[in-house]
């Protein structure tokens, strides 16, 4: 199955905790909030992160403080 993700950027305190969980899929903007990268995503949210990325992904999500990385089966 597979996974979409995204920032909710309005909630992410851009803390640094996704992008050191998982620099393949998160990166920050030219304010410092965090966004999805991988594979030029742009956080839309379209774009299905590789398997080998799950572990990762999962790590980041558990990470963030404020739960603003929302994580779904089908593109947003």
């Given at each position: 199955?597979?996974?979409?993700?995204?920032?909710?950027?309005?909630k992410?305190?851009a803390?640094?905790?996704c992008?050191?969980?998982?620099?393949?899929?998160?990166?920050?903007?030219?304010?410092?909030?965090?966004e999805?990268?991988?594979e030029?995503?742009?956080?839309?949210?379209v774009?299905?992160?590789?398997?080998d990325?799950y572990?990762d992904?999962?790590?980041?999500?558990d990470?963030c403080p404020?739960?603003?990385?929302?994580?779904a089966?089908?593109?947003?």
């Amino acid at each position: 199955m597979s996974k979409f993700v995204r920032v909710d950027k309005e909630k992410c305190i851009a803390c640094g905790s996704c992008g050191d969980a998982a620099p393949d899929i998160f990166d920050y903007d030219d304010s410092g909030v965090a966004e999805v990268v991988f594979e030029g995503d742009n956080n839309r949210g379209v774009t299905a992160i590789s398997e080998d990325l799950y572990t990762d992904l999962q790590d980041a999500v558990d990470g963030c403080p404020t739960s603003c990385i929302e994580v779904a089966d089908q593109a947003f």
